[in-house]
């Protein structure tokens, strides 16, 4: 089943997902960085990553669920809400974790900060396994290339 909300042909959903994805990833280590140096640069950059790590999982999640809504095939079966369900956990622990940072960067990292940060690559990994069972093994957004 082809992607409905796609640009040139690419479905944009999966081409917004990696940038969340990076951005926890970066987030978690910022604050490791930071447990290990005591550095304030990493607690800045914690700070930076979780802010854009939310304002990309947003826009990620504005895209699939467009697509969810729109592509009738796609809601009819449990498993594209049960990747809807663990990326809006996702995006909410991105969420409180960027808040949490916003007004004292170095003492929101240790512990809820890093606390959050480990959470938030726990639900990426949720949210991902599913993703992934949507595109290899019912065939969401994939297309046939023809010869």
């Given at each position: 089943?082809?992607?409905?909300?796609?640009?040139?042909g690419?479905p944009?959903?999966?081409m917004?997902?990696?940038?969340?994805?990076?951005?926890?990833?970066?987030?978690?280590?910022?604050?490791?960085?930071?447990?290990?140096?005591a550095?304030p640069f990493?607690?800045?950059?914690?700070?930076?990553?979780?802010?854009?790590g939310?304002?990309?999982?947003a826009?990620?999640?504005?895209s699939?669920?467009?697509?969810?809504?729109v592509?009738r095939?796609?809601?009819?079966?449990?498993?594209p809400?049960?990747?809807?369900?663990a990326a809006?956990?996702l995006?909410s622990?991105?969420?409180?974790?960027?808040?949490?940072r916003?007004?004292d960067r170095?003492?929101?990292?240790?512990?809820?900060?890093?606390?959050?940060?480990?959470l938030?690559?726990?639900?990426?990994g949720?949210?991902?396994?599913h993703g992934?069972?949507?595109?290899?093994?019912?065939?969401?957004?994939?297309?046939e290339?023809?010869?």
């Amino acid at each position: 089943m082809q992607s409905s909300i796609q640009l040139a042909g690419h479905p944009i959903h999966v081409m917004l997902v990696t940038f969340p994805i990076a951005l926890v990833c970066a987030t978690l280590g910022a604050d490791l960085f930071y447990w290990w140096s005591a550095d304030p640069f990493f607690a800045r950059v914690g700070l930076w990553t979780s802010g854009w790590g939310f304002a990309m999982g947003a826009t990620a999640a504005l895209s699939g669920t467009a697509e969810l809504l729109v592509s009738r095939g796609i809601r009819r079966s449990a498993e594209p809400w049960s990747h809807a369900v663990a990326a809006m956990m996702l995006l909410s622990v991105i969420a409180a974790n960027w808040g949490l940072r916003l007004f004292d960067r170095e003492g929101a990292v240790l512990p809820w900060g890093l606390f959050l940060s480990g959470l938030g690559l726990v639900f990426v990994g949720l949210a991902g396994w599913h993703g992934g069972k949507l595109v290899f093994e019912h065939q969401i957004g994939v297309s046939e290339i023809s010869d």
